[in-house]
Every structure is written in C-alpha cells, then in structure tokens.
C-alpha cells in the first residue's frame, strides 16, 4: 500500500514538473514566432526557447555553485553559554517552515534516552515514564506530569533567512537557538544551510528519486551535501539528525 501511495505521488510530482518545464517553453516559442515573424527572422522561434533554456540552467549550476561553497564555512553548532542550572526540561517553540515541512527539532529522542524529565512543545508536555522492562533500550513517554516544574531552556526554531545573493539562488539558513528560560541568555546555536523547494526541488527529488531530496543540506548535522532532515528512516541522515538533535539540547544544558 505504501508503495502504491509513494508511486502515485511521485507520478503526479513528475507530471506537474513536465508541465511547469514545458510550458514556458512553448511560450517562449510562441512569443519568439510571432517576433520572428515581425522582423523577419524566423529563427527566433527557436532561439527563444534555446535561450530561456539556458538561462535556467546557468542560473541552477550557479546556485548549487553558490550552495556549495557556502558549505565550507557554514559554522554548524556553537555553544555560547550553560546554564546557572543544569535543566530537567526545556520547552519547543518557533513556527514550523510550511514550505518545508513540520517544526524541525526532533525533541522525542530527549526524553526517549532519559536525557531529559519533560518537554513542552505542541500539544502539550509530555514527561519521561518508567520502563516496565529496564532491558529496553528506549524510555516510554506520557501526559501524566507535574505542571508545577518550570522549563529550564527555551529551544526556538527561527524563519528561515534566504541568500542576499543578486540572482535569488534557493539557499537558505536554518537556525536553532537555545536560550535560558529565565535569563533569556544564548546558551546554543545550530546552522543548517539548506538549498532547494519550489521548482528546484521538485527536479532535486526527480533526481535524487525520493521527496526527501526536495531539500539539502550541510552543517548541523553532517558537513557534507544530503538530504535535509528526510522523513524516510531508510536515509543515514535521519538518523544523523536525531543524533544532531540530541547531542545539541545536550551541549546547551551542560551534559555529558
């Protein structure tokens, strides 16, 4: 079933991004023959189509170009700060990027590990249970919580901020910041850049044959070029990402 459903996603996906690609085209075609025709020089028919052409993959080469260099000096993880006081909880907040997916900081895993007693994020808190078996890896969750405990960290997933590059490449930074509760100090900061969405990433996902190519990423998680943050547990990064994602809220709460 799930093949069926991921199949018919990526037949639609590829029949809009046949039709979004043909269609300037055959506009530019158009425009270029009724030009040619106003000149007399029928070529331009072609010459339109060619160089519109063109001009869309200098603009891509030069973004990914772009891209990739600003890999090398993305600054990834920064710790600023700790806290007066070591926290046993911390509290999620920040828009979710719409354009590029949910929220994105993995804060399950804090409390799955036992890193953490609580976590404050949509829906509500949830708090760390107690194993039934204490050979299980994980720890269980549950709404069963003291509400009297105060957050000792504030975790602020920020908008992301776009390239101030001339020609509008696809480049984004995504940051986290983790602050004190109390204090309002930058404890911690993770970068990611990011490249892709819109029409670039419906051909990065043609390419990388999966949606969870429609962005990427270096920095935060991992210095090299891959998905960002993907949704199919298939991908190494996603667990990189998990990892990423725990060791942070770790660093900025002064554990080890």
């Not at 055959?26 to 030009?35: D, H, K, T």
Request: hydrophobic letters at 45%.
């Amino acid at each position: 079933m799930e093949f069926v459903i991921f199949g018919t996603a990526n037949l639609i996906a590829l029949m809009l991004l046949v039709a979004l690609t043909v269609l300037p085209l055959y506009l530019l075609s158009l425009i270029g023959q009724r030009l040619g025709h106003f000149i007399g020089f029928q070529a331009m028919r072609w010459i339109l189509p060619i160089f519109g052409t063109g001009l869309a993959a200098a603009w891509g080469l030069a973004s990914f170009s772009a891209f990739e260099k600003a890999c090398h000096s993305v600054p990834g993880v920064i710790v600023l700060s700790r806290p007066n006081v070591e926290p046993s909880g911390f509290v999620v907040r920040g828009r979710s990027n719409r354009s590029f997916g949910s929220l994105e900081f993995n804060w399950p895993t804090a409390l799955e590990t036992g890193a953490f007693q609580f976590v404050d994020a949509e829906g509500g808190r949830r708090c760390l249970g107690k194993k039934e078996n204490e050979r299980a890896l994980l720890f269980p969750t549950t709404h069963d919580c003291d509400l009297s405990d105060q957050p000792g960290m504030i975790v602020d997933v920020l908008p992301h901020a776009r390239s101030s590059l001339w020609w509008y490449p696809p480049i984004f930074e995504a940051t986290i910041e983790i602050r004190e509760f109390d204090s309002g100090r930058v404890l911690a900061k993770a970068t990611d850049l990011v490249f892709g969405g819109g029409l670039t990433g419906k051909y990065l996902r043609l390419l990388g044959g999966d949606q969870d190519f429609e962005h990427l990423s270096c920095g935060f998680a991992l210095s090299d070029i891959g998905p960002w943050r993907p949704s199919l547990v298939s991908h190494p990064r996603f667990s990189e990402y998990l990892h990423a994602d725990l060791k942070l809220i770790k660093l900025a709460a002064g554990k080890q």
